[in-house]
Nanobody, 111 residues
Framework: QVQLVESGGGLVQAGESLTLSCTASGIVFNANGFAWHRQAPGKSREMVTYILSGGTTHYLNSVKGRFIISRDNAKNTVYLQMNNLKPEDTAVYFC?????WGQGTQVTVSS
């Protein structure tokens, strides 16, 4: 049974940082790519960033230079470091790999 468990969300002020974690089980971690998606109230879910098994990354334009995705294959964990957060980053953030999704973690950025 594959499980993706996110953690690290919270309430911060604009300009502050947060790091999200996604720990995977039941999956060959180092053979899979992972993505972070987010969904803000009243909006569609969008992909924020992804990291492939070989380490290649891609970012949504609006987070380039502020967010960093990384992976620790020894810990079966993917991270999303979010710097200089803005109110428009407020959303539920989801970890995803293939057909599997985490339950989401809330990130709220106050102005």
């Amino acid at each position: 049974q594959v499980q993706l468990v996110e953690s690290g969300g919270g309430l911060v002020q604009a300009g502050e940082s947060l790091t999200l974690s996604c720990t995977a089980s039941g999956i060959v971690f180092n053979a899979n790519g992972f993505a972070w998606h987010r969904q803000a109230p009243g909006k569609s879910r969008e992909m924020v960033t992804y990291i492939l098994s070989g380490g290649t990354t891609h970012y949504l334009n609006s987070v380039k230079g502020r967010f960093i995705i990384s992976r620790d294959n020894a810990k079966n964990t993917v991270y999303l470091q979010m710097n200089n957060l803005k109110p428009e980053d407020t959303a539920v953030y989801f970890c995803n790999s293939g057909e599997w999704w985490g339950q989401g973690t809330q990130v709220t950025v106050s102005s």
